[in-house]
């Protein structure tokens, strides 16, 4: 069973920087797809970035020139950097890993617990 557990979450102002990282144990990690979600109150998560087994990687285009989505796979981790946060940024952040491409919520079939972001103006 895959667990997935996300931290570095926060309180930060508008054109502050995060760093995201998200833990993967329970299988093998270089074959799955890894996705960074985001849910704002009231809203449906959605994909912001992924990040293939093979390297590839996927942006929204909330996350276009801002963040940056990594691969640690001596660590088992996953990264968002995220540059430049603007108060529309606030959400849950929730990792998750599936091992089909990934472009799509309904794909994955392991999540993590999320962790909150805050951006202050």
């Known amino acids: 069973q895959v667990q997935l557990v996300e931290s570095g979450g926060g309180l930060v102002q508008a054109g502050g920087s995060l760093r995201l990282s998200c833990t993967f144990s329970?299988?093998?990690?270089?074959?799955?797809?890894m996705g960074w979600f985001r849910q704002g109150p009231g809203k449906d998560r959605y994909l912001i970035s992924a990040?293939?087994?093979?390297?590839?990687?996927y942006y929204g285009d909330s996350a276009k020139d801002r963040f940056t989505i990594s691969r640690d796979v001596a660590k088992n981790t996953v990264y968002l950097q995220m540059n430049n946060l603007k108060p529309e940024d606030t959400a849950v952040y929730l990792c998750?890993?599936?091992?089909?491409?990934?472009?799509?919520?309904?794909?994955?079939?392991?999540w993590g617990q999320g962790t909150q972001v805050t951006v202050s103006s």
């Open positions: 998750a890993a599936t091992t089909r491409t990934g472009l799509q919520s309904s794909e994955y079939d392991y």
């Open positions: 329970g299988r093998t990690f270089n074959s799955y797809t």
């Open positions: 990040i293939s087994w093979t390297g590839a990687t």
